[in-house]
Structures are given as structure tokens and as C-alpha cells.
């Protein structure tokens, strides 16, 4: 199923700013692009420890229909991230919204595919995170980059 990008801001008004949305898929379309990618910075509370240090969302876009097929949340992990804290309540987390992850030298990446009609998932993996690593944090949309073939 495809979600038209016009609701969009209705689904995501909160994490990505409307403008920022509209410039994103605007300047797909111009570039003939299917993936457009926005990255999210995750700011804690408490400086003594932020296992997540980004987030990226990115959409596979039908410019010609004007509409998203799918979409996929990344998170990053910091490398302070303990064999403890994954294995335990993440992978509860990962194995709940059927996420994949990748071990790396600056850290994980955690990504879970998302149907376009379950776009509002992306709270709901946001919030099991929160609650899994007992994290605060705050969300501030920092960009966007429209995708060529090949770049992601």
C-alpha cells in the first residue's frame, strides 16, 4: 500500500518539520530520485551516557504517483553500548518490529523496514527504545539528503 506524501506531515508533522518534508520531496522529484533520507539527531538528557547518536528515515519515494512505498528507520548506537544493554531489552525491541542490525567499528546500526501504512511505527520503535535503555532524549531534525541510485 502507498501512502500519498501529502499526509505525511499529518503522520510525521512532529519528528520532521513540514518544510523540511516538502523541500525534501520536491527536490526528489526534480532529481528523478526514489529515496530520499532525513537524519535525526538524538540529544539525552543526561550526558553521562547516550548509547543512540542518530537516527536516519528514509523513504522509498514514487515521484510519479507522488506517494512512498516504504520506509526504513536506522538507528546508530555508540560503541559504549554494552553487550548487556543489546542482548538484553534491545533485542526485545528488534525482534518486536523485526529490525536487522550490523555490528561496525563506529558502533550498531539497528534497521527496521516499515510498510508506507505503518509510518507511525516510527514512534512506537522511538519509544520501545527509550523505555528499553532507560534513555531520555530529545529529537531534532537535522537535514536531508536526496538519494542517487546506489547511495544508501
Do not use: H, W
Request: hydrophobic share 45%; glycine share 6%; with cysteine.
Amino acid at each position: 500500500m502507498q501512502v500519498r506524501i501529502e499526509v505525511l506531515p499529518d503522520i510525521l508533522g512532529s519528528l520532521i518539520p513540514y518544510d523540511m518534508l516538502i523541500s525534501a520531496f520536491s527536490e526528489a522529484e526534480e532529481f528523478l530520485s526514489n529515496d530520499v533520507a532525513f537524519r535525526i539527531s538524538a540529544k539525552c538528557q543526561s550526558v553521562d551516557k547516550c548509547i543512540i547518536t542518530e537516527f536516519k528515515l528514509i523513504f522509498k519515494y514514487d515521484y510519479v504517483n507522488n506517494s512512498v512505498l516504504r520506509a526504513f528507520l536506522e538507528v546508530y548506537l555508540s560503541p559504549e553500548i554494552t553487550v548487556g544493554e543489546f542482548f538484553g531489552s534491545l533485542s526485545q525491541v528488534i525482534s518486536n518490529f523485526r529490525g536487522d542490525f550490523e555490528l561496525r567499528r563506529e558502533g550498531v546500526k539497528v534497521a527496521f523496514n516499515l510498510s508506507a501504512s505503518k509510518l507511525g511505527d516510527v514512534f512506537n520503535i522511538i519509544n520501545s527504545l527509550k523505555e528499553s535503555l532507560n534513555l531520555d532524549f530529545k529529537l531534532n531534525a537535522e537535514g536531508y539528503e536526496v538519494l542517487v541510485t546506489g547511495e544508501r
